[in-house]
C-alpha cells in the first residue's frame, strides 16, 4: 500500500467472478440504492449514479473499467488507510464500505476506525 500512497498494511484485490460470499453480500446488493442516494447527495451526481448496482457495473464495463474493486485489508500496528485515491476511471462510485473481520477489544486492542 505505501508504495502507491495508500497508507501502510497489505491489501489484496478479488478477481472476477467474485466469491459467491463477496458477490452476495447484502450492502454490496441489497443496499447499494441507498449508498448510491447517499453519495449522489454529498457528491453532486443526482441522476449520474445508476439505481442499481447491476446497471452501474455494466456502465464500469461498456467504459472498459473491468477490474474489480471489492478488497481485503489486513493491518498490524502501526499499519493505517489513506484517504481514497485510487480511480480506475471517470466512473466512480463515490463512498466505501468497510466491513470488520475481526472483533474489536477481542481479537485487537488500541488504534481507532474512523
Not at 454529498?42 to 467504459?63: D, E, K, M, T
Not at 502501526?78 to 462510485?93: K, R, T
Request: hydrophobic share 35%.
Amino acid at each position: 500500500m505505501a508504495r502507491h500512497g495508500f497508507g501502510r498494511g497489505e491489501y489484496k484485490y478479488f478477481c472476477y467472478p467474485l466469491p459467491d460470499i463477496v458477490a452476495r453480500c447484502a450492502v454490496r446488493c441489497t443496499r447499494y440504492w441507498r449508498l448510491s442516494l447517499i453519495g449522489g447527495t454529498i457528491y453532486g451526481y443526482r441522476c449520474a449514479l445508476p439505481g442499481h448496482a447491476r446497471r452501474f457495473h455494466q456502465a464500469l464495463s461498456q467504459a472498459g473499467q473491468t477490474r474489480p474493486t471489492p478488497l481485503l485489508l489486513q493491518y498490524a500496528e502501526g499499519d493505517y488507510n489513506a484517504a481514497p485515491s485510487d480511480l480506475y476511471g471517470e466512473h466512480v462510485f463515490p463512498l466505501q464500505v468497510a466491513i470488520l473481520l475481526s472483533e474489536p477489544e477481542r481479537d485487537f486492542t488500541g488504534g481507532e476506525f474512523v
